[in-house]
């Protein structure tokens, strides 16, 4: 009896030869796959970069770049998820050393036509239990090992530790939540590899001149929240004011084009203890005010929830 995914996988088949694209389509079909076809080389590699496939199989005759070229791509790109497994496939002969490079490019697995369906699902299966054991583990996680900032689960969990504390000490705090501005942008959200690069950036210094008592967490694709302990709205103020001038001076010192500007929604209260609100529902209202703040512009951008319009 075949197990249902509780989500339906999609595949990503590059391959630049009609007939066989639409004979692998019908087979990952018949397997529950939704697919996304790409012709090249090319645009195999772009569809990949956008995410959201469970599995790639790449022809190594794909036109433009090869199969191998196309892994080997992949394999250097840090925003790629990794966890993704690459079968590469081939009806070339003497396939011994275009076997070592497929896999010292990155494939998973390197298959000859015709293809052992059969076989090939089996591994497909193992590799995608792999993959699943390895995002709920790192759901878990308390820090993303790619940017070294805390994920929303550390975050939920260092929030408890610093609302005990500034209810038992009657402090402020304050949460904010963050993304790049971009003077020419419709959206603050990443459309591209420059542009997620840009992010983590701007992440990194966002993370190196944040006080040691801070959480940083990354909350969304282009989006961070902070929890400043002890500090009310005057100080989650000059708080942006510090980040922005740090941003500004590593943009003079970054080989990309531009600047990195903030874009900032933030809530205070001047003591918990005495507040109606507990830290997750400030952090709800730092991410409202941000969506609220002006998305384009040259300087930097602050909204407070406090001057959020009546709902």
Known sequence: MTQKNPHKLVALIGCSDEWLCRSLETVFDERGYAVTRAGSGKQALKFARRGGHDVLLLDQQLHELTGI????????????????????????????????????????????????????????????????????????????????????????????????????????IACLAFSPLSAD????????????????????VVREQARKSDVVAKTGESQLA??????????????????????EAASKNSARPGSLRLRTGYCAVSDLSMATVDLTELVHRAESALAYAPANGDTGSIMSFDDLPPP
């Open 69 to 172: 070229d196309v892994c080997s791509a992949l394999r250097d790109d840090p925003l790629f998820d990794h966890a993704t497994p690459i079968v590469i496939i081939t009806s070339a002969h003497n396939t011994g050393s275009i076997r070592t490079a497929a896999y010292a490019a990155g494939a998973w697995e390197y298959c000859h036509l015709p293809l052992d369906v059969d076989g090939l699902f089996l591994k497909l299966g193992t590799f995608l239990r792999a993959r699943n054991e390895l995002a709920a583990s790192q759901a878990k996680s308390l820090m993303d090992p790619a940017s070294g900032i805390y994920t929303p689960f550390g975050l939920h969990q260092m929030a408890e530790q610093l609302e005990a504390r500034a209810r038992r000490n009657h402090e402020p």
């Open 226 to 247: 902070l929890l400043a302990p002890d500090t009310d709205a005057a100080g989650a103020r000059l708080l942006v004011a510090r980040l922005q001038r740090e941003l």
């Open 185 to 204: 942008a419709e959206s603050t959200k990443p459309r591209s590899s420059e542009e997620l690069e840009s992010f983590a950036d701007f992440a990194h």
